[in-house]
């Protein structure tokens, strides 16, 4: 938990911004739900609890079953939550008292779990706004419907569009004790991949490298931040299957992040020869994927849109890509014609902090996106997720990657999509089970350029990953 000044802090802007979304004397309550916890076979065995990334950014307090409100016209706040009984004690022994972990993050009113549902309903009844967040949670969806009287399926539609912008304006951009955390988070994430690199060997099951790159995050923090991503098929961008013997002459992808006991995130990803040195073929990708990386981190800065940051890698990839004869035309019509995305059918980056897709669940092109831009329906750049005029204080992903999916391949082929750019002779003849390689790196943008995220920086050269 930070100092308590950090919360009083965020909830004064918050009520700050929200105090133009409607006259004073009109302008409602705020009201936060935190998670509980989830039942994965019956109540009393959860699942691991995992708070609400807004709630703790605003309260702080990683617990279950906590509520808030914020009244935007008296700018009174009161914390909601249940103090322990004696049947708690017994199990969980003793415990502290709401209001003093109110206190802790600079709230002087607190009320049981229950009441807020009588504060809620004296606001509705008044005709005031009540602002409230899109849920992730089932429960969550439950208990706003009960709350405000709007059927589940409508809940979404109903969210506070004024509440959901100056979160995100506010989350956007982090604080120093945020990069504080983001850094290491980073340390965590890079000792874990490190952990994987050490312990790629041949004959030996997948699973049991990720068990000990997870056990490092559990050690040491609160565990992985997403599911681990590593797999001899990286033509799969999201193949969380580990189920398979490390073959030799194969690619290894390895995306995986860490979630330090803040729930500040992490987010790598390295691409390994399985049997310790890239063949020509490989390294020969490798190295384009390398430099797109390069490329982009030298292009991020202030001013500069993280669109713009994607397309520039995008032709550079075909300009490479055209070097190997696997493309062939003008690559500035290539780059306007979408046909990176054959290769590369995601976005450049993503926002990152609390969440390693950062706020995604408050909409990803708000989040993603400034007000006059739209997102593309080209496969690739239509997957970006974060497309913004950068600004000091925004972390963001930059993972270039490079992937042969048959499958794909062959619905460019029947349909043309590729408008007669790309060589499906030399495709199919030697890249249909290549795979796929990614690399990422976490980066904060400065006031003058960016950094990487983390004490150093995971061996991204291909002289510097190979071992054998």
Known sequence: ??????????????????????????????????????????????YKFRQDSSWLYYFGIDEPRFAAVIDLDGGEETIFADDVEIGDIIWMGPQPTVA????????????????????????????RKVHFLPPSRYYNTMKLSALLGIPEGEISAKTSEDLVKAVISMRLVKEDCEIAQLDDAGA?????????????RLGIIEQEIVGKMEACTLAKGWGVSFATILTQHGEILHNHG???????????????????????????TRTYPTSGKFTTKQ???YQIVCDCNELAFSLTKPGTAYRDVHLATARLMLENLKSLDIVRGDVDVMVEAGIAGLFQPHGLGHNMGLDV????????????YDP???????????????????????????EPGIYFIPALIAKWK????????????????????????????DVLVTADGARRLGPGRLPIRPEDVEWA
């Not at 802007?13 to 006259?23: F, N, V, Y």
């Not at 009320?111 to 606001?123: M, T």
């Not at 349909?415 to 690399?439: M, P, S």
């Open 1 to 46: 938990m930070f100092p308590k000044e950090t919360y009083i802090a965020r909830r004064k802007t918050l009520l700050e911004k929200m105090s133009s979304c409607a006259p004073e004397g009109k302008r409602g309550i705020v009201l936060f739900i935190g998670n509980v916890e989830a039942a994965a076979q019956y109540k009393d065995n959860a």
């Open 100 to 127: 003093s972990k109110a206190a802790l993050v600079g709230v002087g009113k607190s009320a049981p779990y229950g009441a807020v549902d009588s504060v809620v309903g004296k606001a509705l009844a008044a005709g």
């Open 188 to 200: 965590l994430g890079q000792e874990m991949h490190t952990v994987g690199r050490e312990n790629i």
């Open 242 to 268: 580990h189920h398979n013997i490390v073959e030799p002459g194969r690619l290894m992808v390895i995306d995986a992040g860490a979630e330090n006991d803040m729930h500040y995130a992490s987010d790598y």
């Open 283 to 285: 390294k020969e990708i």
């Open 357 to 368: 897709h950062d706020m995604e669940d408050l909409g990803e092109d708000l989040v993603g």
């Open 372 to 398: 006059d831009q739209k997102r593309s329906s080209q496969l690739g750049l239509g997957s970006l997720r974060m497309a913004r005029r950068l600004v000091p204080g925004h972390v963001i992903t930059d």
């Open 414 to 441: 029947a349909e043309k999509t590729d408008k007669g750019f790309v060589n499906y002779g030399k495709l199919e003849k030697e890249y249909l089970d290549f795979g796929g390689i990614r690399l990422e790196d």
